[in-house]
């Protein structure tokens, strides 16, 4: 099975790379294999909205950055794991900018009468979500789930699990919480 994480706090070892690392380290021991990205050591840009991943059923991005290896090792993965700090109630902008990216892997309308379009991403895979905030109350992080559980149905994901950490702010809180640290070991099956 093959893991794709994207660590989306500019802390790279903050509490939710931590244990988005904790719960791939764990995978990975049951026999997974995982690639990572961390977007604040990348290049990537805000969707554009040009609408140039639509012109033809294989038109890509026009975006000449650093999401096409993302879009690649997507396309090619059994699960995405995403994990981000909340921010201001929702995603960091490090990861929503490659949310917002997946654009591209929604193909277009088919002709009238031609069907359905060809998929971008071949379905079947599924994702999960690691947020971490300072607030206790869990509220948010499963708000933020809601919408990413939403969208990443566009390209045919589906949601397979999330970890919601709380009371989490210092970058190494993370480290007195057996709790979450358990949690993130059992996240993802393999
Ligand atoms: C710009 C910014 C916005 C934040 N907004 C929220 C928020 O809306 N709610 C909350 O509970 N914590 C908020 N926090 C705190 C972080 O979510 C919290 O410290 C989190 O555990 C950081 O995760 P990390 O160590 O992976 O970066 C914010 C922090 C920053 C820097």
Redesign the pocket.
Known sequence: MKIVAI?????MK??????MRIAVDAAVGRGATAEFFYPRKMKIAGCLACDGCKRTPDSVCVQKDDMHAVFAAVKACDVLLL????????L?SWVKEVVDRFYALIPPAAPDGQGEPEPRVAPGKGFYLI?????ASPF?GYQILSTVAYGLTWIGMECRGELI??S????K??ERRDDLQQAARRLIAV
Do not use: H
């Open positions: 660590g989306g706090s500019p802390r903050g509490n939710s790379t931590s244990l994990a981000s700090p909340v921010y201001f109630y929702g960091s947020t971490t905030q300072q607030e948010y950490g709380t989490l702010d210092g970058p809180d993370w």
